[in-house]
DNA sequence: GATCGCAGGTCTCAATTAGGGACCTTTCGA
DNA sequence: TCGAAAGGTCCCTAATTGAGACCTGCGATC
């Protein structure tokens, strides 16, 4: 496994972070942070979380909104993101029982690095675009 | 093709944005912005961004440094990368002919939000490790 | 009192995608 | 004459994904 660059985070703080990291001694062929950023970076996780983003939603809601992901692919998606702690999953004793997934904290606090994302890329689309039409003219 | 729902993009200038969009007339079946984010954040373009984002490096150089990548995964990423205007391939008349590939005005400009969601990851990984291993114990 | 539908899944099988590694081309050096 | 190096391509196998049938338990329907 491919660890992250320490120059990759960039100067002051961040390099201070890399440093404490090795200070805790990890290893470099397993590389944590790349574990959680494929993760979160996954195709579907991506979307799960904009979804749920402004409130809670259940399974088939997220079907339905989501028309191209498949129930498989939904599922695990949904386990990943309560495993890693970013979303809840709440079971409700109703009949039929629903179950209803939110962000926890931790899941609202990643939405600000992640809707920049999203936003630079909404920002950016036509520059993309312009780029891949001139690359597919060769 | 699911589109990204307006609301993911927050207030302000991102629902102007969105609202641009569809002035523009979009196929709500064939979102833009998924397939730009898509590749963005797939695996190894991440990977290979963080590789090149200090310095312009070669195709044999990125395939020390990302021990874990196959060739034909490089390439792959590489092309995508170049033909999204992203990053520059460049060719470089040696003996044998070397190849350097380094970021675009437009994929240095991407880095800042890339930046930070990695280092979002960084310093939150313990809470998601944390809660990885609660999730694994039941 | 059979059956339909719903919620939230699981399971199986086929199709797509990724990985491993042999092979290619040109030129230089031993 | 052989091998190495750079930057790939190509083929075959392994892993991942997607489509969709099926499951469970209960309440309403006919």
Redesign the interface.
């Known amino acids: 496994?491919?660890t992250?660059?320490e120059?990759?985070?960039?100067a002051g703080s961040?390099r201070a972070?890399?440093a404490a990291?090795q200070a805790e001694g990890f290893d470099p062929h397993n590389c944590?942070?790349?574990s959680?950023?494929?993760q979160?970076?996954?195709?579907w996780t991506?979307?799960i979380l904009?979804?749920v983003?402004?409130e809670p939603k259940r399974f088939n809601m997220l079907l339905r909104?989501?028309?191209?992901?498949s129930r498989r692919m939904l599922t695990q998606g949904l386990r990943d993101l309560?495993?890693?702690?970013l979303l809840r999953r709440t079971v409700f004793d109703t009949r039929p029982p629903g179950v209803e997934y939110a962000l926890t904290e931790?899941g609202r606090?990643?939405m600000?690095?992640?809707?920049?994302?999203?936003?630079?890329?909404?920002?950016?689309?036509e520059?993309?675009?312009?780029?891949?039409r001139r690359?597919?003219e060769q």
């Open positions: 496994m491919t992250l660059p120059s990759n985070l960039g961040r972070r890399i990291w944590p942070v790349r959680i950023l494929d979160i970076t996954a195709k991506v979307l904009l979804e983003q402004e909104s989501l028309p191209d992901i309560e495993r890693n702690g931790l606090a990643l600000t690095p992640l809707l920049a994302l999203v936003d630079w890329v909404a920002a950016n689309r520059s993309v675009y312009d780029s891949r690359f597919d």
